[in-house]
């Protein structure tokens, strides 16, 4: 959610924000409302202290005995006039809300200017193009060759974009979560979470993702929908609450599945494992104080990247320009994983900087002093498991077929050098 007062004082510079994120121009409207509003709430107060005035004197007419009818009238009156101005409020306070929870976040401007994802700019790379003697297949083609990925059972359970993984395979794919769930604890000083898969739609509005995104989720009924990522609850965590600074920063990991409809996916990677209505993630969520949520923007891609580099997998790092940012974020690192199978970069990671943005619809702040502030949120895939599994198989083929386990993960399956 943006500030209001921000839009009161730099109205043009908004709207200058707001076409760079693809919007037009909506401050006009936004003030208007917000003006009818004030002007409401000031006129409210007035007839509020009107009201108590008289109340006060009828109150002392009538304990001397005197006629307090006409008063009493016109308390009833302002009475009428407040239940309209207070309708009033609520209507225009709706509208003005609607139109906020509908705006993205203002980009840093340290952000490149773009439109989409042709206009996103290299950040770094790491690692070099692995080299083969035969033609690399793709993920599912090493997956059903092997006889453990199979797409058609998942359908017939649950139709598309669904794929059942059997024995060595889930065994590589919880190897993978458990590799990172290590390392994000261990090393880098994230603290483990369960969180619950099912949330309220107000956690999905605090962050971010109700009300414009509905169609992209999975609703379960009774004010219940399914995460579409671990961010959600790992964020909402401490909503309406004020931290004491001592708890900051905040820094907490979550291994889960992740639901999504793809409702803008249709006839885009139909094939394999890339685009699932179902798949699982680590996630990393940071909350700190406003200053420092550039440098933790830096950290958490750091230890996002460790892990690739730990399993010896080329990526490269990109600055995302305006047009192709999520809509929380004021700054994203996507690390995009080189699959040879496919000759091509894939996104595995999206690390992001999300400002107080979310902290405001949330309602999180710590305690300063004398002051209440609104921590800064950041979020990041540490990493999209599924995604990762596609990488191993991809850059660890053998010409016959097999796959060999990336060294740090050969403790999971009692140190064998390959798959099968």
């Not at 919007?23 to 006009?28: F, K, Q, V």
């Not at 059997?166 to 261990?186: F, G, P, V």
């Not at 999300?354 to 949330?362: K, L």
């Amino acid at each position: 959610m943006h500030n209001i007062n921000f839009i009161r004082e730099n109205p043009t510079e908004f709207d200058n924000y707001m076409k760079q994120r693809g919007e037009h121009p909506i401050s006009n409207k936004i003030l208007e409302l917000d003006k009818v509003k004030r002007e409401t709430q000031t006129v409210l107060q007035n007839l509020l202290a009107e009201r108590n005035s008289f109340s006060k004197n009828i109150g002392k007419l009538k304990s001397e005995n005197k006629d307090a009818s006409s008063e009493m009238s016109k308390v009833d009156e302002i009475k009428n006039k407040i239940n309209n101005l207070k309708e009033l409020e609520t209507i225009k306070d709706e509208e003005l809300k609607t139109i906020l929870s509908r705006l993205p976040n203002i980009a840093d401007k340290t952000v490149p200017l773009g439109s989409n994802e042709e206009d996103n700019t290299k950040y770094r790379e790491w690692g070099e193009k692995p080299g083969f003697e035969f033609k690399p297949k793709t993920h599912f083609e090493l997956g059903e060759d092997l006889g453990l990925m199979n797409f058609e059972t998942a359908s017939k359970l649950s139709g598309s974009r669904f794929v059942l993984l059997k024995n060595q395979l889930s065994k590589l794919e919880r190897a993978i979560a458990n590799y990172m769930l290590d390392k994000h604890t261990n090393d880098n000083g994230y603290i483990e979470m369960h969180v619950p898969y099912l949330v309220k739609a107000d956690t999905l509005y605090g962050t971010g993702q109700l009300p414009k995104f509905a169609e992209d989720l999975f609703t379960a009924g009774d004010d219940h929908w399914l995460i579409p990522t671990a961010e959600i609850p790992l964020t909402a965590l401490h909503s309406n609450e004020i931290l004491n600074i001592n708890q900051l920063p905040m820094r907490v990991t979550s291994y889960t599945p992740c639901f999504r409809s793809e409702a803008g996916a249709a006839g885009k990677d139909t094939r394999g494992m890339l685009r699932q209505h179902q798949f699982t993630k680590v996630e990393l969520v940071s909350l700190v104080e406003p200053e420092h949520s550039k440098d933790e923007l830096e950290r958490m891609l750091s230890c996002a990247e460790g892990i690739l580099q730990d399993l010896h997998l080329h990526y490269r790092v990109m600055t995302l320009c305006t047009g192709d940012m999520g809509f929380n974020a004021n700054k994203t690192y996507d690390i995009e994983v080189w699959l040879p199978g496919e000759d091509k970069y894939r996104e595995i990671s999206s690390c992001s900087n999300c400002g107080d943005f979310q902290a405001r619809r949330m309602n999180t702040r710590y305690k300063l002093e004398n002051k209440n502030i609104f921590v800064h949120t950041l979020n990041g895939s540490g990493l999209a498991v599924g995604r990762t599994l596609i990488a191993i198989l991809e850059n660890y083929q053998m010409k016959d077929g097999n796959i060999k386990i990336p060294e740090v993960l050969k403790k999971y399956f009692n140190n064998s050098d390959t798959l099968i």
